[in-house]
């Protein structure tokens, strides 16, 4: 499919008039990175996520046709008329039961982005209504949960728009604009496991969307465990954005590319067979080599605080000394993601609250798992 496959060119408005929808979607993480993009969110290399569960964000779009473009104010087909309305998106947002000034500019960058797609986004007035799951000062990237949710609600107004649509349509363009807004959150519209970016050996990879990982997941991964220990609340202080940009002239950004793609065949392979001892080495060797990316990029920074390593050591240590298949991951900030197979998972409770709790702020951390993605709520 290409990006023409995803703007709707043939419409009318003259079914619909205001409504309200709610999406429910999950946060991922990725098991190998993407770090590093080109214009428009083009990832430089495949990377595969777990769909979490428990970390979710809940959205309500709320919709109204604007005065100016109800059908009798207006001539010609609905994209013509579109020309004669105004160009601003016109919407409030609410976080948590407050207005939020400062969300606009992201959210009004991604209608932007995404306009094109969806013309008729400009014939509406939107009043979004969003909650996390998890604490918003928790360091838990909420832009995959949140731009993934926003995206389905907008694939929902335009099914409303053109019922003829097929539920994997839909999910491909949610997660086509998804990603527009924030690359990792093409990943989170379905579950359990979803790769993005075009890679040789994932049939049907694109560049444009996430796809479910098209081979059968060994059992060993089923409802695999995801515990999050949060280490640093406080605001990141290098966004992932700037990241992704320190990666132009990254000296060894080549080398991370081809890196990345190469652990997508062999986590491919993995996934499939069940070794997790591999699995093991694919996701931690992952995780360091994008802090390691950060720390060496110019600017460099260091998103690892000292309770980092010392849970990295600990899980280390717990695994030489246990035949326990303990791993961790990073996204970009401090908290680390502990994953183990299910059926630890008393074992590894266990040693969080006795080893690892205790490097965490305030003694928090989520217990999350595999998720299937998000779902749509009626309310
Ligand atoms: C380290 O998706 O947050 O979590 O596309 O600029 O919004 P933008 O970046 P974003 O980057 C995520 C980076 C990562 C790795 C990953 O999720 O693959």
Same mark, same amino acid.
């Given at each position: ?25 999950p946060?991922n ?8 993009? !080109? ?6 290399? #495949? ?6 569960? #428990? ?9 109204k ?6 059908? $009798? ?10 020309? !004669? ?10 976080? $948590?039961?407050?207005k939020?000034?400062? +969300? ?6 991604? +209608? ?13 007035? +939107? ?18 949960? @949140?731009? %993934?949710?926003? #995206? ?14 097929t ?14 807004g924030? %690359? ?12 993005? %970016?075009?890679?040789? $050996?994932?049939? %049907? ?16 991964f ?56 591999? +699995? ?44 326990s ?45 595999? @998720? ?8």
């Open positions: 499919m290409t990006e023409t496959d995803f703007i709707l060119n043939d419409f009318s408005l003259e079914n619909i008039s205001n409504g309200s929808i709610t999406w429910k979607t946060s993480i990725a098991l190998v990175k993407y770090w590093g993009k !080109q214009e428009p969110q083009i990832p430089e290399n #495949a990377s595969i996520s777990f769909t979490l569960d #428990a970390c979710f964000t809940l959205t309500t779009l709320e919709y046709l604007k005065e100016e473009s109800q059908p $009798e104010h207006v001539s010609g087909s609905a994209v013509e008329m579109l020309k !004669q309305v105004q160009h601003d998106h016109n919407f409030e947002i609410y976080f $948590e039961g407050e939020k000034e400062d +969300f606009k500019p992201k959210i009004a960058t991604f +209608f932007k982005r995404i306009e094109k797609h969806v013309p008729f986004l400009n014939a509406f007035e +939107f009043v979004i209504k969003s909650e996390n799951s998890f604490p918003h000062s928790s360091g838990i990237a909420s832009s995959a949960s @949140g731009i %993934g949710a926003l #995206a389905l609600c907008v694939m929902s107004l335009e099914k409303a728009i053109n019922p003829a649509m539920d994997a349509y839909f999910n491909k363009k949610a997660s086509f604009l998804a990603r527009l924030s %690359g990792s959150a093409c990943r989170s519209i379905e579950g359990p496991l979803i790769v993005w %970016g075009n890679h040789p $050996e994932i049939e %049907g990879s694109s560049d444009l969307f996430g796809v479910k990982f098209p081979y059968k997941i060994h059992d060993n089923k409802n695999y465990q995801d515990t999050i220990l949060l280490v640093d609340e406080g605001e990141k202080q290098v966004s992932s954005t700037v990241g992704h940009q320190l990666m132009y002239n990254h000296p060894f950004a080549k080398q991370r590319f081809k890196q990345a793609n190469s652990n997508i065949s062999k986590i491919s392979k993995v996934l499939q067979s069940g070794d997790l001892s591999a +699995f093991i080495a694919i996701v931690e060797s992952e995780a360091l080599s994008l802090h390691a990316m950060m720390m060496t990029s110019n600017p460099y920074f260091i998103l690892m605080k000292p309770n980092t390593l010392k849970i990295i050591n600990e899980i280390w240590d717990f695994r030489a000394q246990s035949n298949n303990i791993c961790f991951t990073l996204d970009a900030g401090a908290n680390v993601h502990v994953l183990f197979p299910a059926k630890e998972k008393e074992t590894v409770n266990n040693f969080i609250k006795s080893n690892l709790m205790q490097f965490c702020q305030e003694n928090h951390y989520i217990c999350d798992s595999i @998720g299937n993605g998000a779902i749509s709520i009626f309310k």
